[in-house]
């Protein structure tokens, strides 16, 4: 019954995340599939981006969701990650991996779901 209900409560976060991410893409691409598993800490998605021929897959292996105690804000750090594209999955390593990014407070309450 507790895997059923996790694996409920992701698929409702990943469909939350998705309709999200896809308003802030609008004209740029649309994410076509998004999954989360809150037990592993991972994050699957492929992306489709105009001027694309195929789709951009992405995998967080390992996320980290931690509170900023002197303002209980929320920050995400992605500690782990890798594309389909090998430029991508750089650009990943370079400007992503290991950094801690603020998140807004209309989305907090949703990835608080995801600790």
Not at 48 to 60: D, S, T, Y
Not at 62 to 78: F, H, K, P
Not at 97 to 114: D, H, R, W, Y
């Amino acid at each position: 019954m507790r895997n059923f209900l996790r694996r409920s409560k992701d698929a409702t976060v990943a469909f939350t995340a998705r309709v999200a991410v896809n308003t802030q893409l609008r004209g740029i691409g649309k994410v076509t599939e998004l999954s989360i598993d809150t037990k592993s800490k991972s994050v699957r998605l492929r992306v489709e981006l105009a001027g694309e021929q195929e789709p951009i897959e992405v995998h967080v292996t390992r996320y980290r969701l931690s509170n900023d105690g002197a303002e209980a804000e929320v920050r995400l750090t992605i500690e782990e990650a890798t594309a389909s594209r090998e430029w991508l999955t750089k650009v990943l390593q370079e400007f992503v991996i290991g950094q801690s990014f603020a998140v807004p407070e209309k989305a907090q309450s949703l990835l608080k779901l995801l600790v």
